[in-house]
């Protein structure tokens, strides 16, 4: 589970954000939620991609999230999401499925950062799902990119 090492350009997401510890899979009920009102986004960059935008992990767990759409303008943002900015960074990105994000995420943070060289920075990462990506295909490829120094 090698990684690409990329630097991702500045974008931003507008989206339904979620905060908590999701003991409960609120992130998969919020992404039912979620899809049914992409179309409600304005001004979206990348029509076909869509984003899950993680920051702010507490000591306790606590975490947000936002379920999004990467867009050119948001100054229009539908009720009820928010809109968030991801800075441009180098990332290390990770190909997973559905059923393996959580390995992937503990392989990043466990296995790789320590033995690869690289430090985790500031910032967020994010969950990337592609044009190609179908959630109801098995091994369907979505991408777990990690902000490094």
């Not at 979620?18 to 979620?34: D, H, L, S, T, V």
């Not at 990770?94 to 943070?109: D, M, R, V």
């Amino acid at each position: 589970m090698e990684p690409k090492i990329v630097i991702k350009p500045a974008f931003t997401v507008v989206g339904l954000k979620y905060r908590g510890k999701n003991p409960n899979n609120e992130i998969a009920q919020m992404w039912g939620e979620f899809v049914p009102r992409i179309r409600e986004i304005k001004h979206m960059s990348e029509p076909e991609v869509s984003y899950g935008v993680c920051q702010d992990l507490e000591l306790d767990g606590t975490f947000e999230y936002v379920a999004g759409m990467a867009v050119s303008d948001n100054s229009d943002i539908p009720q009820g999401m928010v809109s968030w900015d991801v800075p441009e960074q180098k990332y290390a990105a990770f190909a997973c499925t559905l059923p393996t994000i959580g390995e992937a995420y503990k392989y990043a943070f466990e296995n790789w950062l320590p033995q690869a060289g690289y430090q985790r920075t500031e910032g967020p990462d994010f969950e990337l799902y592609p044009e190609s990506f179908d959630p109801s295909v098995a091994g369907s490829q979505l991408y777990v990119y990690v902000p490094i120094k």
